[in-house]
């Protein structure tokens, strides 16, 4: 496995720094999502025209990877549908660019439970179109386990539609089993053969109240994930997702980018 961070645990973070550090600490690689304030990264400084063969040599020159391309696109609601699939595609081709592997996309809601077949069509629709775009590019597209459709059982209907190599899924560890109370074994039982990718997180719940918190101080299954990954063969990234930009009460990466590393490689040491 390949450890990498989500750059939304490092919002005040330079791209120099954010380099620098995933060098200095160890890490395989940095997931991208939002960079020096930009969130839409076709747009953000490393990569404007002018700046994108030196950000690409300097990627080189410290041996960092990057793992995935975070776009905000989800395809729920008709009237957005067409702008992010724009997006989407703007994503896939920088992502070529620079020889990344996977872009990740949402489906993401189901505002009116009488609309959800019209919405699963949707989704469908937009990731075939994707999947054809990308063909051919050496990029993914990766749909997160996120939202109403973070039940594996809901996704499934949606990945049965696109059996695309293109297609894929980003399992976020973290909210099948939070909030749909499902457990890793179910997970990889229904979707396992499509994680191309995959997201960590960590938290507890307090008084009815959900709580993030340092990964291994709460009480998500890790160690039985990653041992479920690992069994089916799963060589792909372990990927933190630290959403400090969100939640800016959360401990500063320096403190939770060093301890995710440790964990982790911890729990890896003792499955293998």
Same mark, same amino acid.
């Given at each position: ?10 919002p ?19 997931? =991208? ?10 747009k ?6 002018? +700046? ?12 960092? %990877? ?17 702008? +992010? =699939? ?13 020889q ?14 009488? +609309? ?5 069509? %949707?989704?469908?629709?937009?990731? %075939? ?21 973070s ?7 949606? =990945? ?9 899924? =980003? ?17 990889? +039982? ?17 008084d ?15 160690k ?9 063969g ?10 400090k ?28």
């Amino acid at each position: 496995m390949k450890i990498c961070f989500s750059t939304l645990g490092c919002p005040e973070w330079t791209w120099d720094r954010i380099l620098q550090q995933a060098n200095q600490l160890g890490y395989d690689g940095i997931e =991208l999502r939002g960079i020096e304030g930009e969130m839409y990264l076709p747009k953000a400084r490393p990569f404007r025209r002018e +700046n994108k063969s030196a950000t690409i040599a300097q990627l080189e020159d410290l041996q960092v %990877q990057i793992s995935c391309l975070g776009t905000s696109a989800s395809f729920h609601d008709p009237d957005q549908w067409q702008t +992010n =699939l724009d997006m989407a595609r703007e994503h896939i081709d920088l992502a070529a660019e620079l020889q990344v592997s996977f872009v990740r996309v949402f489906g993401d809601r189901i505002p009116e439970p009488a +609309n959800r077949g019209q919405v699963i069509s %949707q989704i469908v629709s937009a990731l %075939q179109r994707l999947g054809e775009y990308t063909s051919g590019s050496g990029v993914c597209i990766v749909i997160e386990t996120h939202g109403d459709f973070s039940r594996s059982s809901d996704l499934k209907l949606i =990945l049965d539609e696109v059996p695309m190599p293109e297609i894929g899924v =980003l399992w976020d560890m973290h909210h099948p089993y939070r909030f749909f109370d499902e457990s890793p074994e179910e997970t990889m +039982n229904i979707i396992g053969d499509r994680i191309y990718h995959t997201h960590i997180k960590d938290s507890q719940m307090k008084d009815g109240t959900m709580h993030y918190c340092l990964v291994g101080e709460g009480d998500l299954p890790i160690k039985e994930c990653l041992s479920l990954l690992l069994k089916t063969g799963y060589s792909g990234w372990v990927s933190l997702e630290w959403e400090k930009k969100w939640h800016p009460e959360l401990a500063e990466p320096e403190v939770a980018f060093p301890h995710f590393l440790r964990v982790i490689k911890g729990i890896i040491q003792k499955i293998v």
